[in-house]
DNA sequence: TATTGTTATACTCTATAACTATA
DNA sequence: TATAGTTATAGAGTATAACAATA
């Protein structure tokens, strides 16, 4: 495998914590408006499709007791419910709300609406764009 | 100013999450051999130029308040130093040691290390990806 | 008066360990 | 035995409020 030139990594490292912090930027003040906390607008992400609480746990890096806390708050708020799951007497599975899909989708928008040069883009670029970082994670 | 479609939108969300997931995935594995957490990480991260207590509490979107315990870690660790600000002695300038900035390019290497595309990527394809994020932040 | 950094307090996040129920 | 989820506990992260030193 090529090494790519140090230079140009040097400069991918740096757009991609730029665009990090614009994203964090964007998010921090829904994330209050809301009065929502980083991991519980995590845990709303990862559910675009129902999961196990284990799964949360592996997709958050974390131990998998600290999801019940995380569960139990969004549940208070409605954004989540836990079901039974039907195959597995043990499994509790996590499904979001419809309050939950608005939440998320609020989130996200509040999130990229921060990208200054998304309108900028034409159709081809964001295509081109949304294929040089499929190859780029792999 | 023109809205891109749709599906492409929602396609560069689920790249940038994807992107996102994979980047915090080394990194964690990274942290946990450090004996490092998130704040302190991005607190050697964002001391590539030595900055102020309170600019570094901006930069986290957090209370200044906070940004005292997590340089005492740091401190303790011999990461960074706290220097007096010759023109404002109220300020507290924070640097990072020779250690911090070993420790930063360790973290940086293991977060990129997953990029599991990053070599079948040309010179010229690199170029393009980072012209294009260049511009998505404006 | 306003700002910088710190301390005190309370709630949340996190890892570890131990437990129950189920496989 | 192994796994899913919970509870208890302690250390770290966070916002709020109040404070001393400096501008």
Avoid: W, Y
């Avoid at 757009?15 to 991991?39: N, V």
């Avoid at 569960?71 to 597995?88: F, H, M, Q, S, Y």
């Amino acid at each position: 495998m090529r090494a790519p030139t140090s230079a140009a990594l040097q400069i991918l490292s740096t757009r991609i914590t730029g665009l990090l912090d614009c994203l964090s930027q964007g998010l921090h003040g829904e994330l209050r408006a809301q009065d929502l906390t980083p991991p519980l607008a995590m845990t709303l992400r990862l559910l675009d499709e129902p999961r196990s609480m284990r799964s949360l746990a592996d997709a958050h890096h974390c131990d998998a007791s600290n999801i019940t806390g995380i569960v139990d708050r969004l549940e208070k708020r409605g954004l989540v419910e836990r079901c039974a799951d039907p195959t597995d007497r043990r499994v509790t599975v996590i499904r979001r709300s419809p309050a939950g899909d608005a939440m998320r989708a609020r989130l996200v928008g509040a999130a990229f609406g921060t990208l200054a040069g998304l309108g900028t883009l034409s159709d081809t670029e964001l295509d081109q764009l949304n294929d040089l970082l499929a190859r780029l994670v792999g």
